[in-house]
């Protein structure tokens, strides 16, 4: 059974640092793109970021670019999210996500379709 496993949420103050782990089993995912999503209450999930199979290519969505970054450890069958300088608007259940062995381009994994596993979230709350 395949799982994704997020965990690192919590409460933080406007300006600080936070980061989450997603831990995978069930598969590996080293030779597949992971991504993380977000989704504020009342708001649809959005893209957050993505990360190719190797670790050596990511994207951003424009909102986090420059002070979140995701990385990946293969090894581990983990993925993380290093949230920085953040801000109220970054308050939001985070998501860890997973793509199957399929062709894809990275660069377009920005919608809830483009990804066929999903976590179950973990809070993040930004106070001011």
């Known amino acids: 059974q395949v799982q994704l496993v997020e965990s690192g949420g919590g409460l933080v103050q406007a300006g600080g640092s936070l980061r989450l782990s997603c831990a995978a089993s069930?598969?590996?995912?080293?030779?597949?793109?992971m991504g993380w999503f977000r989704q504020a209450p009342g708001k649809e999930r959005e893209f957050v970021a993505t990360?190719?199979?190797?670790?050596?290519?990511?994207y951003y969505a424009n909102s986090v670019k420059g002070r979140f970054t995701i990385s990946r450890d293969n090894a581990k069958n983990t993925v993380s999210l290093q949230m920085s300088s953040l801000k109220l608007e970054d308050t939001a259940v985070y998501y860890c996500?997973?793509?199957?062995?399929?062709?894809?381009?990275?660069?377009?994994?920005?919608?809830?379709?483009?990804?066929?596993?999903w976590g179950q979230g973990t809070q993040v709350t930004v106070s001011s």
């Open positions: 069930g598969r590996t995912f080293s030779n597949v793109p």
């Open positions: 996500a997973a793509r199957s062995m399929t062709p894809y381009i990275l660069a377009y994994l920005r919608e809830r379709k483009d990804y066929d596993y």
């Open positions: 990360i190719s199979p190797s670790g050596g290519i990511t």
